[in-house]
Antibody
């Protein structure tokens, strides 16, 4: 069964850093692109970043560009999101989501984790 | 950025009713739209991709259609377990924007 599980959330002070992890199982991790999507309390979904299957191609939302870094370790079947210079606007549940294809473009997100809460306060 | 709008923002219908949710893109995105269902406190669930392709395991009462700038998600016969918020998303071009969501209630 395909599964992804996020970890690393918590309460962090403004301007500090935090790294989120996403552990995966049940599929060939290195074949697929991955996304991070976040949801502020009571709000809608916001796409954050995407990484290709080989880690070579990455794109970010303007709201996090230059502060967040998405990367992956295909030897560990794991995805990461390094977050820096955090502010209250980054408070949200962060979801890791598997793309249907290797690039993350023109496809859906077919497997989602339960999310990890990040509170900047 | 491509802006995705959805309407209605909420809908209340009876069990067995047909429910239609519309998503409009600010520019043409061919058929690169996906739909997700989210229940309170849970992660989104993938329903439809490429505008009209049903994800494996999704009940056949769900269907998607559309191309260009206008897309619809239809629930042909609403069931109690269908309550939640439905989001559309475009993956045609960066950033991959979501619609604001449509809340579905059962009367």
């Amino acid at each position: 069964q395909m599964q992804v599980v996020e970890s690393g959330g918590g309460v962090v002070q403004p301007t500090r850093s935090l790294r989120l992890s996403c552990a995966t199982s049940g599929f060939v991790f290195s074949n697929y692109g991955f996304h991070w999507v976040r949801q502020a309390p009571g709000k809608g979904l916001e796409w954050v970043a995407v990484i290709s299957h080989d880690g070579e191609t990455k794109f970010y939302a303007d709201s996090v560009k230059s502060r967040f870094t998405i990367y992956r370790d295909n030897s560990k079947d794991a995805l990461y999101l390094q977050m820096r210079a955090l502010s209250g606007e980054d408070t949200a549940v962060y979801y890791c989501a598997k793309s249907q294809n290797g690039m993350g473009y023109q496809s859906g997100m077919d497997v989602w984790g339960p999310g990890t809460m990040v509170t900047v306060s | 950025d491509i802006r995705m709008t959805q309407y209605p923002s909420s809908v209340s219908a009876s069990v067995g009713d047909r429910v239609t949710i519309t998503c409009r893109a600010s520019q043409g995105i061919t058929t690169w739209v996906a739909w997700y269902q989210q229940k309170p406190g849970r992660a989104p669930k993938f329903l439809v991709y490429a505008a009209s392709r049903l994800q494996t395991g999704v009940p056949s009462r769900f269907s998607g259609s559309g191309s260009g700038t206008e897309f619809t998600l239809t629930i042909s016969s609403l069931q109690p377990e269908d309550i939640g918020t439905y989001f559309c998303q475009q993956t045609n071009s960066l950033p991959f924007t979501f619609g604001p969501g449509t809340k579905v209630h059962v009367k």
